[in-house]
């Protein structure tokens, strides 16, 4: 017989500047205690983990304590998800029947994703960098329906402070040369002057081809709390920012502190377009610092939700069906195919890749041997490239990627006939194209037959021209796809003198 005090206890958990909480392997957030009165005197916590900072995912796990006021063991049924930035659930996981002893946990280890936290869902996931997790149970044989809600905050502690750089004479700097950076702040979210680079230099790296990489240093006095990030931009002459790179640090590796950078732009990229970067030979850097200093709060409440708000299980099975797509890839369940590239497997569903790539289609719609086989060998493609080309064919969703791969992912795109995959990395390349990359995007275009990327290419190469036909990777063009160079040359011989003519026309008119 199910007493009184046998119904359900719900907890929603908020974490702020989530984010900055992960800046070393083995790192651990837990929750505040909290005590289900009304489920047998249980003490619980949540907890969120990472055994490794390269890992795909964290690890979210209720655990309930050692010691409490309850019997030595409970049998629960147990909800647990995410809650978007508008309120609703996100991924979620559902047990029944578990039993919970003293000391007990369960662990979900595909409940948090870093690709979903960090890139393609970040605004859903992470709104105002605030994660908020929700986990409801329930003794099995409980059947009221009413619901005690607490709500507990855990809080990282993190200052900002903005500053300018700005390096005078900037083309004189040549390959070994360094020149200070003048330093001034703009704005922090307290007075202090702690945390504030006591110096700061940008020297161009020893030439290994014609791009001359730059290196921004910045120097420390002061300790800085656990862990910080900078990231770095390039301002042009109208105060737009151009991402210049970032790097993450934690305190306890390195002493005294000195922290540098690669510049994602290089030298030559910032002289192709001087006019809009350099004014007066001056080159202008943007850095925002943050310091984290570990979690330094936490809070735990009765929440007082309105009625609308307390129907979890409505809520949990309103998903979309992009979303179910996802659970059932990240799941695994009822794979029918396994797509391999050398070491690494991946399950899918013969269905979706069917209904997705006209290519694989016509693989399960004839007897081929991957119809037999239910394997389908990819040996020219990397495992990572795979698994975002899966992502996006569940999720119609495309990371915020580097460069390179996002070219990797165009290739694979083109290969499978995933034409709105092809045109969203097309317009990514197109939009972070520098000069040192214009002949690799000439000849990846011209390789797919993208006339459109081609064109583009080519353009770019005509308005950068003094810059890039001098280039190490321009020659190399010259020697390994002469006719490539060929048609770009005649691409700009022909613009230059249409540009000409026209002109001319115009002295004529006059």
Known sequence: MVGEDDKRFAITWKIKNFSYCWHRERQTIESPVFCAQNVRQTDWILEISQEDALMSHFTVLIKRTAEDFGPASVKL???????????FPLTREWVENIEFYKGKEKRFEKLLERADLFATRKDEYLPQDTLTIHCQFWEVYTKTTETKYVSALSEMEVGRKLFLGTVCDFSQLHPGDSSEVQLRMLSSEDESSMFIPDKADLSVMERTDYQEKLKLRLFFDDEVGEFFSCKISVLDVDGQKLNGGKFDFSYE?????ILQCVLLPTKWDLMAKESLYLPVDTLTLHCELIIAAGIVSQMMKVAHLREDDRNF????????????????YNDGFLCDVHLQTGAESFAAHKVILSARSPVFKAMFSNDMKETIANRIDLPDLDGATVHRLLRYMYSDVVEVLEWDSVRNLYAAADKYAIGSLKTNCSTILKGSLMPTQACELLVLADMHRDNDLKKFAQDFILENNEYILGSDTWMELEQKNPQLAIEAMRHLYTCLRTQIESRTLSWEEC
């Open 77 to 87: 049924n147990l909800k647990i998800c995410l809650i978007s930035n508008k309120g």
């Open 253 to 257: 590796e390195y002493t005294p502190l």
């Open 313 to 328: 299980d409505e809520e949990c099975s309103s998903s979309s069906a992009l979303d179910d797509f996802k659970n059932i």
